[in-house]
């Protein structure tokens, strides 16, 4: 066997080299556009105006530097609110900004003015067909995002000329040939398409628009342009034995020693004695992974203290990009990290903790306090990544969409026994935002969280949910839709065992639901204590809910729901059930999961969940309280709580 020594730097503290600053374009425009999404009003506005849509642009009017030239799709702020909504059409006139500038608001228009105007009717039938009811369709190019080899491109049939229509899109690249994608049959007015696009060269830049018919016209948007992403073969790291302590080289950097066999295979196991500044300094700065970053890694990380990283050109330090994963970025792997403390890590985009890419990231025992993301995720951020989350604390943190736990498409999330406390949406999901495929959420605790729009402590948007034994207290909502707890945007929930609750304001709606004619949004609900019963949840558009057996709306009893300082979402807060609940004995056996994840180390991963939050056991009698749940006898005789607690005299 061959080997040789190497000396390995972890940017933990400041030492991460700034990025070159690149171009922008900028330019004074004004356009007729469909609106995308409904307005909001931003807490922390990036740009004068402080409510925002996103629009797709019908008609461009003046752009005399031709900064709209291959541009789609586009964000506009503006002063005044104009209460717009999805399918609304606006004359928009302002100052472009493209996505390379280097200010916090680029990649979108500041608004000196925006009007309402009547959606187009299709034009006038000018060209002598016999049926003067069917006129030309108006089709609208939205936008495009992009991988290494695929695209899913955008667009809006605002009006189908009288007819059913087919939509279709064409793209090419420069000087090649023009490819169409299938039609996309029977669309009427207000449609809204996309289709995905596989087989792309990576690093490429496509033309693209749409194009619609109907029995008798045709009309095409305006073309757009995208690139796909460049072609990423990271690098496969090495088995390594560490040599020695880490060694502080200056006050940016430290570095440790390895024995590196660059021809032995196997999984590689590195454990760190610490990931911070040894003086309590800064900590690191970077685009990505400012304190560790993996790639194709099953690195394991125990009892580290990863604080004070910085990733992003918004941290102040020069650096461009978003930035994500200021703590911990991995990439391709599947990491485990044990026993950490993320505490102050800040990223400009996703992961103020940890960002993970088409990974499989497990968290056990961990702390994660005062971490920050701006757009998505503070602590943990999962872009087509699946991660298993045990016993671990989320306080304190925040972003735009999911102040702790961001799940993105494609992806699956499990928490199980974690402990969710004074997070912050300043969008939706003040603890947890999902928008993978599925999300299980176990014996959790979730208390004094916020969200500026909808979920207080969690909202989903795709996907299905199980949430079980969780206890849920005094988490707000302010968005129109509201749901303190909980909302559900056109995708589906499982509740079983839990507790919703929040006595300091009994007048808002726990649970919201709001979904479309294209996705309902789903509830059920079974052996569950829910403030407001079935008629205090609040339903917009196509939604459906099953209200189970069982389900109780009594005051739970906490012992001490906003604990001895009287404010909710602190470490005192106790949810503990008192002596006399309606909850105690109340919960249906078969509905608590099996042992995944395996809290009692027994290696039985085929049992009912054995343990609570508390880790005491998860089935116990009360001899004082009748039993009103249901036991799955003869292995669980002894019926369950609801709650992340089991109660104990």
Not at 108 to 114: D, G, L, P
Not at 322 to 332: D, H, I, L, T
Not at 579 to 594: E, H, K, M, Q, R
Request: glycine share 12%.
């Amino acid at each position: 066997m061959s080997a040789m020594s190497a000396y390995v730097v972890i940017l933990a503290l400041l030492g991460a080299a700034p990025g070159e600053t690149t171009g922008w374009g900028t330019g004074e425009v004004a356009f007729t556009a469909y609106v995308d999404t409904d307005e909001h009003r931003e807490i922390y506005p990036v740009c004068a105006g402080q409510y925002t849509v996103e629009v797709s642009i019908i008609k461009v009017s003046d752009d005399p530097c031709d900064v709209l030239s291959d541009v789609t799709s586009v964000e506009i702020c503006y002063q005044q609110s104009q209460n717009l909504v999805h399918g609304a059409v606006v004359d928009v006139t302002g100052t472009y900004y493209d996505g390379a500038c280097p200010i916090p608001f680029c990649g979108r228009v500041e608004a000196s003015s925006v009007y309402k105007t009547n959606p187009p009717d299709g034009g006038e039938d000018d060209d002598g067909e016999d049926n003067p009811d069917i006129v030309s369709p108006e089709v609208v190019t939205g936008s495009a995002e992009a991988t290494e080899t695929t695209v899913t491109l955008r667009a809006v049939l605002v009006d189908d000329g009288g007819s059913p229509c087919r939509v279709r899109f064409v793209y090419w690249k420069y000087d090649g040939p023009h490819w169409q994608t299938e039609w996309i049959e029977g669309q009427s007015s207000r449609a809204v398409l996309s289709q995905t696009i596989a087989g792309l060269i990576p690093n490429t830049v496509y033309f693209y628009y749409a194009e619609a018919e109907n029995l008798e016209h045709s009309d095409s948007g305006r073309m757009g342009s995208f690139m796909t992403l460049p072609e990423t073969v990271p690098p496969i790291p090495q088995p390594a034995i560490w040599l020695a302590e880490p060694d502080q080289i200056d006050t940016s950097s430290i570095g440790m020693m390895a024995e590196v066999a660059r021809d032995v295979s196997g999984p590689e196991e590195y454990v760190f004695d610490f990931v911070s500044s040894p003086t309590g300094g800064a900590g690191g700065n970077s685009q990505n992974g400012a304190g560790i970053q993996l790639v194709r890694s099953d690195i394991i990380i125990a009892q580290c203290t990863i604080q004070q990283n910085r990733s992003g050109r918004l941290s102040g330090d020069g650096l461009v990009g978003w930035g994500q994963g200021a703590g911990v970025s991995c990439f391709y792997g599947e990491p485990v990290l044990l026993a950490c403390t993320f505490q102050f890590n800040w990223a400009g985009g996703w992961g103020g903790a940890l960002h993970s890419l088409k990974s499989n990231p497990v968290l056990r025992d961990c702390i994660f306090q005062t971490n920050h993301a701006g757009m998505q995720g503070g602590v943990l951020c999962l872009d087509d990544s699946s991660s298993v989350v045990v016993d671990c604390l989320f306080q304190g943190n925040r972003s735009w969409d999911g102040g702790a736990v961001f799940g993105g498409q494609d992806g699956n999330c499990r928490l199980t026994n974690c402990r969710f406390l004074g997070n912050a949406g300043f969008g939706s999901g003040g603890a947890v935002y999902s928008a993978g495929r599925s999300l299980q959420i176990i014996n959790s605790l979730f208390s004094g969280n916020l969200s500026f729009l909808d979920g207080g402590a969690v909202a989903l948007t795709q996907g299905a949910a199980v949430l079980t034994n969780c206890s849920f207290n005094r988490n707000v909502s302010q968005g129109a839709l509201g749901g303190g707890a909980l909302a559900v945007f056109g995708a589906t929930a499982e509740l079983a065992n839990c507790i919703f609750w929040d006595q300091a304001a009994p007048e808002q709606a726990l649970i919201a639901l709001q979904g479309a004619d294209e996705q309902e949004a789903g509830l059920s609900v079974s052996y569950s204590n829910v403030m407001g019963g079935a008629d205090g949840i609040t339903k917009k558009g196509r939604t459906s809910v099953t209200w189970g057996a069982k389900n109780l709306d009594r005051d739970p009893s906490f012992r001490s729901a906003a604990g001895v300082d009287g404010i909710a979402g602190t470490a005192d807060d106790d949810l503990r059930l008192r002596a006399g609940s309606a909850c105690i004995d109340a919960g249906n056996n078969t509905a608590v999961p099996t042992d995944a994840d395996d809290l009692d180390l027994d290696e039985d991963r085929a049992e009912r969940i054995p343990l609570d939050l508390d880790g005491r056991s998860r089935f116990a009698d009360d001899p004082d309280t009748p039993d009103t749940g249901t036991p799955d006898s003869p292995a669980y005789r002894l019926i369950v709580d609801l709650g992340a607690y089991e109660f104990v005299r």
